[in-house]
Nanobody, 115 residues
Framework: QVQLVESGGGLVQPGGSLRLSCAASGLTFSHYTWSWYRQAPGKERELVATITTAGDSTNYADSVKGRFTISKDNVENRVYLQMNSLKPEDTAVYYC????????WGQGTQVTVSS
């Protein structure tokens, strides 16, 4: 049974930082492309960042380039999203996604950026 469990969300002031973590089990971690998505209230889910199976290539949404960094640990079976210089518009539920032949989703973790 595949499980993706996100953690690390919370309330942070503008300009602050958070590090999200996604713990994966039930799949061969290194065979998947890993991504973080987010969904703000009333908006569609959007792709935030992706890291390839080899971990040698990453892509980011324009809105987070230079502020967010995606990484993964193939030993610990974890994917991370380091978020710096957070803005109120980064407020959303953040989801971990694993994709190979099919995709899997975590349950999400809430990130709220507010003073």
């Amino acid at each position: 049974q595949v499980q993706l469990v996100e953690s690390g969300g919370g309330l942070v002031q503008p300009g602050g930082s958070l590090r999200l973590s996604c713990a994966a089990s039930g799949l061969t971690f290194s065979h998947y492309t890993w991504s973080w998505y987010r969904q703000a209230p009333g908006k569609e889910r959007e792709l935030v960042a992706t890291i390839t199976t080899a971990g040698d290539s990453t892509n980011y949404a324009d809105s987070v380039k230079g502020r967010f960094t995606i990484s993964k640990d193939n030993v610990e079976n974890r994917v991370y999203l380091q978020m710096n210089s957070l803005k109120p518009e980064d407020t959303a539920v953040y989801y971990c996604n694993a994709y190979s032949v099919r995709g899997y989703w975590g349950q999400g973790t809430q990130v709220t950026v507010s003073s």
